[in-house]
């Protein structure tokens, strides 16, 4: 089969092209940076150099695949997130519908049930949307969970200060994935066919906030790592201080106070996936204490 990915050699498409490569299958690998050409190519597959904002290279390069893999990118300097999001979500499906692609896969979110209230999914609702009109085109959108690797960002709070946290409780449920999981199962839902417009949620492990403090913690030699809550200003100017953009901060407790509330894993609760991913927490924090001490 012939498969074109976006996402570069990110966190996901880049085991998910390894994964459809050992297969056999050929893999187009749509990137906006020249210079990991060479790296993509490496791995067996074509780089297809250009940007996801333009639908002439985006058309072309979906063109004569069996099916499509599409993520939006992230862009932590758009000044207004969700409509970045949406609008990457609206070139992807002119490409799409302009190709006459069949059979998409699209990186989605949990949460994405809700139209607004959680920071940059709410974007991801949008392309969901925006998929819905595509006419003649079988969508399987997944919804992931938490990813694990988001702890990574949070190495100099816990060497700083000794604690980990976020502007939600220690008793808040999470639900939690490795890129590696949701890498094969997207593979798994490219290489069959579906039809219509469907949804998949994908987790690796379920959890509280406190328990993913207190593993975490047993790892790096610290078991007694607290969780703590900040509120929603405490949590901003965290963000702000470690460098992050106001907007995407902002949108970031924006998502917490989801989190927070419950809603975010509502949609999720009532449709569990019948299979977990093979990443648990722990061997999550395996990882974890390997980039700590880089």
Request: no cysteine; net charge negative; aromatic share 8%.
């Amino acid at each position: 089969m012939n498969f074109t990915i976006t996402g570069s050699l990110g966190n996901i498409s880049k085991p998910l092209a390894e994964i459809l490569i050992a297969a056999g299958h050929h893999v187009t690998i749509i990137s906006s940076n020249p210079a990991k050409a060479k790296a993509i190519e490496a791995l067996g597959a074509t780089a297809a150099i250009g940007s996801v904002e333009d639908v002439a290279f985006l058309t072309s390069a979906f063109s004569g695949k069996d099916a499509i893999y599409t993520m939006v990118p992230p862009n932590f300097g758009a000044p207004n997130i969700r409509q970045f999001i949406a609008g990457t979500g609206k070139k992807y499906a002119e490409a799409i519908q302009a190709s006459g692609i069949k059979q998409v896969v699209n990186l989605s979110s949990i949460g994405a049930h809700l139209d607004g209230g959680t920071g940059p999914i709410s974007g991801l609702h949008d392309v969901e949307q925006t998929y819905t009109q595509l006419d003649g085109v079988a969508v399987k959108h997944l919804r992931p969970a938490f990813f694990y690797i988001n702890f990574l960002g949070n190495i100099d709070m816990i060497k700083h200060a000794g604690i980990l946290g976020s502007n939600y409780g220690p008793e808040t449920p999470l639900v939690l994935v490795h890129p590696n999981d949701i890498a094969a199962v997207a593979a798994e839902e490219l290489q069959q066919t579906f039809t219509g417009k469907s949804i998949r949620y994908i987790a690796s492990d379920e959890s509280t906030a406190a328990n993913v403090a207190g593993v975490l913690g047993a790892a790096i030699g610290k078991p007694e790592l607290p969780w703590v809550a900040f509120n929603d200003d405490e949590a901003l100017q965290g963000m702000l201080q470690a460098g992050l953009p106001e907007v995407m901060a902002k949108s970031y407790v924006e998502m917490g106070d989801a989190t927070r509330s419950g809603k975010l894993y509502e949609h999720y609760f009532s449709n569990r996936p019948s299979t977990f991913g093979k990443v648990k927490l722990e061997d999550f924090a395996v990882e974890f204490a390997e980039a700590l001490i880089r």
